[in-house]
């Protein structure tokens, strides 16, 4: 058993279904067993609070938050990684719209 098979193992039917839907768009099989695309695409089935919204809306908004990011003198380093964590959900949900 491969750290793949436990992975998805743990996923409920649903989100196996929303995976497979991720592995298909990034042109991969779930056969390809890659543990990395797979915790990538839990990442951001998991981050993704309406499927309904437009990922171009999502990315551009994220893109003005990232343009505008600055640490104010109140901010804590915590609060100001916080924020750098934006730029990380804009490559698991939209990595070939990237800046």
Same mark, same amino acid.
């Not at 743990?10 to 768009?25: D, G, I, N, R, Y």
């Not at 990395?36 to 309904?52: F, N, P, Q």
């Not at 551009?60 to 990380?88: C, I, M």
């Given at each position: 058993?491969?750290?793949?098979?436990?992975?998805?193992?743990?996923?409920?039917?649903?989100?196996?279904?929303?995976?497979?839907?991720?592995?298909?768009?990034?042109?991969?099989?779930?056969?390809?067993?890659?543990?990395?695309?797979?915790?990538?695409?839990?990442?951001?089935?998991?981050?993704?609070?309406? %499927?309904?919204?437009?990922?171009? $809306?999502?990315?551009?908004?994220?893109?003005?938050?990232?343009?505008?990011?600055?640490?104010?003198?109140?901010?804590?380093?915590?609060?100001?990684?916080?924020?750098?964590?934006?730029? $990380?959900?804009? $490559?698991?949900? %939209?990595?070939?719209?990237?800046?």
């Amino acid at each position: 058993m491969s750290l793949f098979d436990v992975i998805w193992g743990q996923c409920s039917p649903m989100m196996q279904v929303k995976l497979k839907v991720e592995f298909t768009a990034r042109g991969k099989s779930i056969d390809d067993k890659d543990v990395m695309l797979l915790l990538k695409a839990i990442k951001g089935v998991s981050h993704r609070c309406d %499927s309904t919204i437009n990922p171009y $809306e999502a990315v551009d908004e994220g893109k003005r938050k990232w343009y505008a990011l600055h640490q104010g003198p109140n901010d804590s380093p915590v609060d100001f990684l916080t924020y750098l964590y934006l730029v $990380e959900l804009i $490559e698991v949900i %939209s990595p070939t719209i990237l800046f």
